[in-house]
């Protein structure tokens, strides 16, 4: 008996849940999966300006609450590429939503700030996502409004994993 336990003891520990999710697991998975896009899709559509991608808007949204920022750390933060966050800019500078200037302590970089055009593109946005889901949430009875904000403080920790 001791020779069982000593071998277990040598080897990793067995994870509580399998990491591919079978069964029950894997469905409430996809379900929320799919239910947490929709809703992502619906709240994008609600947008001060069509014409602005999610990827130019993420850029203004980011500048916006950071402050101006480099096009590298743009990049970083967003996930793609210099050259094609260069492109991103050029977009957004065109339409008068970022301006660049030098920066002071580095001559080859460049900072992008957004404009007060910029700024209110943002906060319309915002305001009219708040608007369309503030709408939606009023047609809930009270409980399922409290099972959604007790579930909104799930998928903040689900994501800060």
């Known amino acids: 008996m001791l ?9 990793p520990p067995v994870p509580a849940e399998p990491l591919h999710a079978t069964g029950e697991s894997a469905d409430l998975a996809s379900s929320f999966r799919m239910a947490t896009f929709r809703l992502a899709r619906r709240l994008r559509a ?18 916006k ?5 480099t096009l590298g750390e743009l990049a970083d933060r967003e996930r793609v590429t210099p050259p094609s966050m260069n492109r991103t800019v050029n977009c957004l500078e065109e339409s008068g939503y970022v301006t660049r200037t030098p920066d002071a302590d580095d001559r080859r970089k460049v900072n992008v700030a957004v404009t007060d055009e910029g700024r209110a593109v943002v906060d319309e946005t915002i305001r009219r996502r708040d608007a369309w889901l503030e709408e939606a949430l009023a047609s809930l009875e009270p409980d399922e409004r409290r099972t959604l904000a007790a579930a909104a403080e799930i ?6 994993r």
């Open 3 to 11: 020779s069982i336990l000593m071998s277990h003891a040598d080897s």
């Open 46 to 63: 609600q947008r001060a300006v069509d014409s602005l991608s999610d990827g130019q808007f993420a850029v203004l949204a980011a500048l």
């Open 65 to 69: 609450m950071s402050g101006p920022r």
């Open 155 to 160: 998928m903040r920790e689900v994501a800060a």
